[in-house]
């Protein structure tokens, strides 16, 4: 990435933080904690370790409403199957679940999804930083960049991050969150 480039994406990302209105800049900042919770609760309800159960939540999230993937890993850690879920997503899920090995999603192959998983984890890690369709299409990235362009992008995070004394998947969220108008 040149030195351009990310001066652009630095800029942008404290447009999108200025622009954020202060409810959704409180929301985002305890997104990752809230969920996390929500996969704590769910694990011990279900006997599953929570390193699991954030995978599965992580595995079933692509192109899925965020509750709609709460319900199917409910669902899946119960023994039942959900219906409206990706097959590709179901099949990782079930094999995350049943070899109780999260080392199944790899950050080179599937950035976005190992950094969700860790966000969800660990929310006060300051690596992962979580970055889908919706981050690139605000940035003006196809949403198909590969992976230099998600670790340069997700670099930009971290350094705004750091500036604002934020966790970087605090920055994510409250960035995700206005751009989708939530």
């Not at 997104?31 to 769910?42: F, K, P, T, V």
């Amino acid at each position: 990435m040149t030195r351009s480039t990310r001066s652009r994406h630095i800029s942008q990302i404290r447009k999108f933080y200025r622009e954020a209105h202060t409810r959704t800049q409180q929301h985002g900042r305890i997104w990752y904690q809230r969920e996390h919770d929500y996969a704590l609760w769910l694990a011990q309800r279900t006997g599953h370790p929570t390193r699991i159960v954030c995978a599965c939540l992580a595995v079933l999230s692509p192109r899925c409403q965020w509750t709609r993937v709460k319900g199917a890993c409910g669902q899946l850690l119960s023994g039942d199957v959900p219906s409206g879920i990706f097959g590709r997503s179901l099949a990782k899920a079930d094999e995350i679940l049943t070899s109780r090995h999260s080392d199944l999603i790899d950050p080179r192959q599937a950035p976005k999804t190992w950094a969700f998983w860790q966000n969800l984890w660990r929310p006060y890690n300051h690596y992962p930083v979580t970055l889908d369709s919706w981050m690139f299409q605000a940035h003006g990235l196809p949403a198909n960049a590969g992976l230099r362009t998600y670790n340069a992008l997700a670099d930009a995070y971290r350094t705004v991050a750091r500036d604002l004394e934020l966790v970087p998947n605090q920055l994510q969220a409250i960035v995700w969150l206005h751009v989708k108008g939530s």
